[in-house]
């Protein structure tokens, strides 16, 4: 896919629609840009930031032993229930 956008005075230019949906980015997003083996790359700043964040965290469930769905939400009630006796037990 090719297409061409114009730089305005102030250095500005349109996404073209295309461009958009196959980011999924819409008014208000913010883009990245970088530079990878001397091509000029945009991505979706949302996405990449969660696909690092994903890479960070890799393995790391099973480290926790997180090894299900189950696991992960007995997990989370503990925390709710610990969090719950911190903040409101002593108002019952």
């Given at each position: 896919?090719l297409?061409?956008?114009?730089?305005?005075?102030?250095?500005q230019?349109?996404?073209?629609?295309?461009?958009?949906?196959?980011?999924?980015?819409?008014?208000?997003?913010?883009?990245?840009?970088?530079?990878?083996?001397?091509?000029?790359?945009?991505?979706?700043?949302?996405?990449?930031?969660?696909?690092?964040?994903?890479?960070?965290?890799?393995?790391?469930?099973?480290?926790?032993?997180?090894?299900?769905?189950?696991?992960?939400?007995?997990?989370?009630?503990?925390?709710?229930?610990?969090?719950?006796?911190?903040?409101?037990?002593?108002?019952?």
């Amino acid at each position: 896919m090719l297409d061409v956008a114009r730089v305005t005075t102030k250095g500005q230019i349109t996404i073209p629609l295309e461009f958009r949906k196959i980011l999924n980015v819409k008014e208000g997003d913010k883009v990245v840009f970088w530079v990878s083996n001397g091509v000029v790359c945009l991505g979706n700043s949302n996405k990449l930031v969660f696909e690092e964040f994903a890479r960070g965290m890799a393995g790391e469930a099973e480290k926790a032993g997180l090894n299900s769905e189950e696991d992960v939400t007995k997990l989370v009630n503990e925390i709710r229930e610990e969090m719950w006796e911190r903040d409101y037990a002593d108002n019952v």
